[in-house]
């Protein structure tokens, strides 16, 4: 099948495993690094990992992977089900319409972080989506934030391009961020796209942070902590 001849241009190989069965998935990881030994790319959709549902199949393409893999690979670690990566598809640039009950998120990276963290034994049930503080702001006389830890008084922003390019929405960003500091909060603010792209450096913040707050650190008031990525 790989030897050469005249006019051979491309030989596609298709091949199936069962990959939540360990024997099989060693074996056919064994036969792609055959296909390499011998010159072949091998192209595997981003789901053909032990772990991910086989109902949400992920894309091939390799910039697709480039970007999502590791967050694929986070999902598949901490355990995921078929609704969370439903999620994740939609929050990467797929239409699926929401049947979880995370209609509450205004965007698809709100909701698969909400359905992340309460699928996960340390975060399960800590947080409120879109909750409401009695902090008056911007003329109002309450505050909503993305996502409240009501016991550790963390607040948790996820913020669109437009925060970042509007000179307005930052200087909001900034007040808002200030006076959640004046009355005891912590903030942690990521970019909306890092909840796909980076979602491993988004939940170890939370949890790290979670964990420093239980421990009683720091004793001071606390500092706005922002999370941005490079």
Request: proline letters at 6%; a neutral charge.
């Amino acid at each position: 099948m790989h030897r050469l001849c005249d006019g051979k241009r491309e030989v596609r190989v298709y091949d199936y495993a069962d990959l939540n069965v360990g024997m099989l998935a060693r074996m056919f990881d064994r036969r792609c690094r055959g296909y390499e030994a011998v010159g072949y790319t091998v192209v595997l959709p981003a789901g053909a990992l032990p772990g991910w549902p086989a109902d949400v199949p992920l894309p091939a393409d390799a910039t697709w992977k480039g970007n999502y893999a590791a967050s694929v690979r986070r999902l598949v670690r901490d355990g995921v089900d078929v609704p969370l990566a439903r999620l994740f598809v939609d929050a990467a640039g797929a239409s699926i319409p929401r049947t979880d009950g995370t209609d509450g998120a205004r965007s698809a990276a709100e909701a698969l972080l909400y359905r992340r963290l309460e699928t996960l034994p340390e975060t399960k049930g800590r947080f409120r989506l879109n909750a409401h503080l009695a902090i008056p702001f911007d003329g109002r006389g309450q505050m909503e934030v993305d996502f409240l830890c009501d016991e550790s008084r963390i607040a948790v922003e996820l913020d669109g391009a437009q925060h970042l390019a509007d000179p307005d929405a930052y200087r909001r960003d900034r007040r808002k961020d200030q006076l959640l500091q004046e009355n005891g909060y912590l903030v942690l603010r990521f970019l909306a796209a890092d909840a796909v792209e980076r979602l491993d450096a988004i939940l170890d913040a939370i949890q790290r942070v979670l964990g420093k707050r239980a421990a009683g650190y720091p004793e001071a008031d606390p500092a706005v902590l922002q999370e941005r990525s490079p």
